[in-house]
């Protein structure tokens, strides 16, 4: 793609990188295909190719964003499908995320969706401000069809009837491996996993530990910034991602061999941390917690798990666009699970988004349950007797629509290999 931004644009290290990534682009329209939006609604300007003219031309103006752009941005749900479709390499995701920034800097939003997404920016990274706020939501759940906005709907459909206890495991502490120590790794406790699910982070440490990981939850660890850097809040974002940074470099003089997250969305965004930061102080140790992360899968394919004898249970595996897309990470959760003697079945247009994508099902939650519906419908297609995923986000998204239980990968594993049964499971 040709591009005119001029040298002063130029000397600025984000439109550098912008222009790169727009000029690898070739209109090829690939993206198209695999793009859950323009499915759904047809709309060029709802395409990855038709957003990347938009961010263009609002970039090379240097504008202030307006009206339609800001939709059509909206509603991408950056689920990176297009990326991994596109034969050119185009770096989408950076290139998203800048238009975002610029959008929270250059567009007044109407009041309702200004105070809507500063309420989701003060609430969802914070445990503790999340387990009231789905509290509250018992009270308002019998008058929620009174409620005048369809956002603040789904949010109330969206909360758990039941609110686990809070797990003594989600506190700072180190847990010894059981038998010869072979890794040292830390564990990303997530910020609303905490408050919707605490099984997950159980059963990732009782496996782990077993398989001979000391695990650390460091402290001053919080919220990975995922939420508000796809809201376009990155000084938020980067102020809760530096906070990460430097709680697990603490950890590094005791020895650390991997960070290692359970939920998909906030592993992309780990990941990232080396190109969050490469023009700041923690460029160095930014890039070494990069580098560090990994999947809870990843490091157990890493681990290496014995093989298990047939469990006679039907599991249809639901690939999280954060896993296979951002992260490239496909084949092991499915291998594991076959492994540890699970049949593993997969549903059609696995490559498609269930439209959770964060605070997606929140803010354009029209198009988030078509795409639910959509997926669910694949899923149960499978006649599965429960559903696996890598991410708290697509459990709660898929889990609000059908009646089949909906568990975490490491779940299954941690039960396979001596751990207690899902609670989730009959």
Not at 272 to 292: I, K, N, W
Not at 343 to 361: F, I, K, R, W
């Amino acid at each position: 793609m040709q591009t005119n931004f001029t040298e002063h644009q130029l000397a600025d290290p984000r439109i550098a990188r912008a222009n790169q990534i727009l000029r690898a682009c070739v209109h090829c329209g690939f993206c198209t295909a695999t793009c859950p939006t323009y499915q759904l609604l047809g709309d060029e300007l709802d395409s990855p190719r038709g957003r990347i003219y938009l961010i263009k031309e609002m970039l090379e103006q240097d504008r202030p964003a307006d009206e339609k752009t800001v939709k059509h941005i909206d509603r991408c749900l950056s689920c990176l499908a297009c990326m991994t479709t596109c034969p050119s390499g185009v770096h989408y995701m950076h290139l998203v995320d800048h238009a975002r920034e610029h959008i929270e800097k250059t567009y007044k939003r109407p009041l309702k969706d200004r105070a809507l997404r500063w309420l989701l920016a003060r609430v969802l990274p914070y445990p503790g401000r999340f387990r009231l706020a789905l509290m509250g939501t018992r009270m308002v759940r019998p008058f929620a069809r009174f409620l005048p906005d369809a956002r603040l709907r789904a949010m109330v459909a969206m909360a758990p009837r039941q609110i686990p206890a809070i797990s003594p495991n989600d506190t700072p502490q180190v847990f010894a491996a059981t038998g010869p120590r072979r890794m040292r790794v830390a564990l990303l406790t997530g910020c609303a996993q905490k408050a919707l699910n605490t099984d997950i982070n159980d059963a990732t440490i009782r496996l782990l530990r077993r398989l001979g990981c000391e695990v650390v939850v460091a402290r001053g660890m919080g919220c990975c910034g995922a939420l508000t850097l796809h809201m376009g809040k990155t000084g938020e974002s980067h102020a809760q991602a530096a906070a990460n940074i430097r709680a697990w470099m603490a950890e590094k003089p005791a020895g650390l061999d991997a960070v290692v997250i359970n939920t998909s969305g906030c592993g992309t965004t780990v990941k990232d941390y080396g190109h969050m930061f490469q023009d700041s102080p923690l460029a160095a140790d930014a890039a070494e917690v990069a580098a560090l992360a990994c999947d809870i899968s990843e490091l157990l394919a890493r681990l290496g798990l014995p093989e298990g004898a047939p469990k006679g249970l039907r599991v249809a595996y639901h690939a999280a666009c954060s896993l296979q897309h951002g992260q490239q990470i496909k084949s092991a959760p499915k291998a594991l699970l076959q492994r540890v003697g699970f049949e593993v079945v997969e549903p059609a247009d696995a490559h498609l988004c269930c439209g959770s994508a964060g605070t997606y099902n929140l803010l354009q939650p029209k198009i988030a349950a078509e795409l639910k519906r959509r997926k669910v419908a694949t899923l149960e297609a499978k006649t599965p007797q429960v559903i696996a995923a890598g991410n708290i986000g697509c459990m709660m998204q898929i889990g609000s629509g059908t009646g089949v239980p909906v568990v975490h990968t490491v779940e299954l594993l941690d039960w396979a290999l001596g751990g207690p049964k899902p609670p989730a499971l009959p």
